[in-house]
């Protein structure tokens, strides 16, 4: 490795290290305590840890679940421990293979050998959680900065402080929601290493990107349409804006991330069913159905209430997942008045953006294909989103509280990153204009 190489390391390392150190001090994973959010989800993770030390890392296929005692109450893993309380039930969970369960499983039995209290791990790994969403968080803004500015930059950051979604969740361990903009931002920095030709070495986008999805895919297949296409975005972005590099270039490497992608989910699946095969003692295609009733269930494919009750028992909720529409579940996202910045919705920032870009276009005298470009790229980084509230409806329908996190993926910051950029635009604009009338004068 160069020393130029092991800079840009040591720098990555030094920003992680600060982020985390960040989320401690800020106390920003404590949001979570709030309950404002899906918090139950996260006791599929404890519980694998407390399966994994009463019955043995490799226990019940490695996967998620719930731990319960006697009276069926979710166990504490402190309990389970120190063999206070035994496991009398563990429901699995075998709809992804949980590689954040296995992670914090061996964390917590490491940290329970050497005497290290659960609710000191716990909270370790809560912080580590929130500042790798600050990581996130400040590597996006990096590539906003390098592409659009520094008012861009600190349109993206000012997500940590308004952005709802950081605001409820950042340090679930269950949805590891930082996982979600990681490809995106690998394919953002990919791309701009292409564009001025300063290449990665040979192999390591697709290496590192595929790493980066094949990981999120094990840790679950949620919102699985809004993190593809999301990783597409920076490379449509400069297939759009770029005329340094070939155009077809710029297809061939978004149809090598497409494809990428495809190979990370079918390993991924079939390293599931694996595990699904080991804990049913069953057949692999047999082991395989509960996977693919799953994914009927996000897609909203059941129509008999037996199927549904394998996943619900509120007849009412199956009801409404039987008798939902996709369009009306897109057109009751695309017209929530859901706060996802500050007191904004989706429509007021879109509608915000479009008239800053607008007044941009006027008052700085852009060009038309200038404005265009903007508004036509805040508009594609809606389709990540819309794509899961379409064809995922069986999920979005009953999910509300939830899936509208999905328009910071990349809507969010693409949205912040362009108002920014176009309101400071437009003040340096009539900053310069008042003091050529002043000057007249």
Same mark, same amino acid.
């Given at each position: 490795?160069?020393?130029s ?23 920003w ?14 006791e ?18 490695a ?27 563990y ?10 369960g ?32 600050v990581?996130?968080l400040?590597?996006?803004?990096g590539?906003?900065?390098r592409?659009?500015?520094n ?12 952005c ?10 269950y ?16 791309g ?11 192999g390591?986008?697709?290496? /590192? ?5 094949? *990981? #999120? !895919?094990?840790c %679950?297949?949620?919102?699985? =349409?809004?993190?593809?296409? $999301?990783?597409?975005?920076p ?15 710029w ?27 080991a ?8 082991? /395989? ?5 799953? *994914? #009927? !269930?996000?897609? %909203?494919?059941?129509?008999? =209430?037996?199927?549904?009750? $394998? ?110 950029k ?6 340096n ?13």
């Amino acid at each position: 490795m160069t020393q130029s190489k092991r800079k840009k390391v040591g720098r990555l390392l030094l920003l992680l290290l600060v982020s985390i150190i960040a989320a401690y001090v800020t106390n920003w994973q404590a949001v979570q305590s709030d309950g404002l959010w899906d918090f139950h989800s996260e006791e599929l993770v404890w519980g694998r840890a407390a399966n994994a030390i009463e019955n043995g890392f490799w226990a019940d296929g490695a996967l998620l679940g719930a731990a319960w005692d006697a009276n069926q109450q979710v166990l504490n893993v402190q309990d389970v421990a120190d063999g206070t309380q035994s496991i009398i039930s563990y429901v699995w969970y075998g709809r992804q293979s949980g590689l954040q369960g296995s992670i914090v499983a061996a964390i917590v039995m490491l940290a329970c050998k050497v005497g290290i209290p659960f609710a000191t791990t716990q909270r370790l790994l809560w912080v580590i959680t929130a500042g790798l969403m600050v990581f996130m968080l400040v590597l996006l803004a990096g590539w906003f900065k390098r592409e659009w500015g520094n008012a861009a930059a600190a349109g993206v950051l000012s997500c940590l402080v308004f952005c709802a979604w950081m605001q409820k969740s950042m340090a679930n361990m269950y949805w590891l929601t930082w996982m979600m903009l990681a490809p995106m931002i690998v394919t953002a920095y990919w791309g701009h290493s292409i564009k001025t030709q300063k290449s990665w070495p040979k192999g390591s986008g697709e290496l /590192l990107l595929f790493a980066v999805i094949f *990981a #999120k !895919f094990l840790c %679950g297949y949620e919102f699985i =349409t809004t993190i593809m296409l $999301a990783s597409e975005l920076p490379i449509l972005y400069y297939f759009l804006t770029d005329k340094t590099v070939e155009k077809k270039k710029w297809v061939w490497t978004a149809f090598k991330i497409g494809v990428l992608e495809l190979v990370a989910f079918a390993l991924s699946f079939g390293v599931l069913g694996v595990q699904n095969m080991a804990c049913q003692g069953v057949g692999y295609w047999q082991a /395989l159905q509960n996977v693919i009733e799953a *994914a #009927k !269930f996000r897609t %909203g494919s059941f129509t008999e =209430t037996k199927d549904l009750s $394998a996943y619900l028992t509120d007849e009412s909720v199956i009801r409404i997942v039987q008798d939902a529409n996709k369009l009306d579940v897109l057109k009751s996202y695309l017209t929530s008045d859901e706060m996802i910045w500050g007191a904004l919705g989706f429509k007021q920032l879109l509608l915000l953006t479009i008239v800053a870009i607008a007044g941009g276009k006027v008052l700085c005298k852009k060009s038309w294909k200038s404005a265009g470009t903007e508004i036509v790229i805040l508009l594609l980084s809606t389709v990540p989103a819309i794509s899961w509230f379409y064809i995922g409806y069986g999920h979005a329908v009953i999910h509300c509280h939830i899936d509208y996190i999905l328009w910071n993926i990349p809507f969010l910051p693409v949205c912040m990153a362009l108002l920014f950029k176009n309101l400071n635009e437009i003040y340096n604009a009539c900053k310069i204009r008042r003091k050529e009338t002043e000057a007249q004068v």
